[in-house]
């Protein structure tokens, strides 16, 4: 009895994406609407970030320093993070946004950012995956290979 009158919790999706240009939000707007209608994906809000280039706050920056520096002595070479400082002060900003938007949140799904064999350590790559998901609700993270996985048939 108990069964037929159980009804799961409504939760709303809001999608997030990120866009290249400002002058694009508009227009990644109504594309991400427009497939997850085709998908009959409902969701309660689209929303499209445009600042996540912008420099990581100081706050952030401490908390990876912290971090960083309970690892071995070596783990992560200075030249490693040089070069890596773009990608570095990206998913520092990913996780200020993921703070800022979804700390309230019940589940949180999350791409995987891709490794580059070679290019980035693994104790830098986890930093980075430590960093993004610290003080969030569960977080469900995706690997994805970048290339599209939807298909619609009109």
């Given at each position: 009895d108990h069964v037929k009158n159980?009804?799961?919790?409504?939760?709303?999706?809001r999608v997030f994406t990120l866009a290249n240009r400002?002058?694009?939000l508009d227009s990644e707007t109504r594309k991400m609407a427009?497939?997850?209608?085709?998908?009959?994906?409902?969701?309660?809000?689209?929303?499209?970030?445009p600042d996540v280039t912008k420099p990581a706050s100081e706050a952030s920056r401490a908390r990876l320093d912290t971090m960083l520096a309970s690892l071995p002595v070596g783990a992560i070479k200075d030249d490693e993070m040089l070069e890596n400082k773009e990608k570095t002060n990206r998913h520092l900003r990913l996780s200020e946004l993921l703070q800022t938007h979804s700390k309230d949140s019940e589940l949180i799904f999350l791409t995987?950012?891709?490794p580059r064999k070679g290019r980035v350590s693994a104790p830098l790559y986890l930093a980075w995956l430590d960093i993004m998901t610290d003080n969030l609700p569960?977080?469900?993270?995706?690997?994805?290979?970048?290339?599209?996985?939807?298909t619609f048939y009109s």
């Open positions: 159980y009804r799961p919790k409504i939760c709303k999706l400002k002058d694009e427009t497939m997850l209608a085709k998908f009959r994906i409902e969701f309660s809000s689209v929303v499209v970030i995987l950012p891709m569960p977080t469900l993270l995706i690997r994805g290979n970048q290339s599209s996985v939807l």
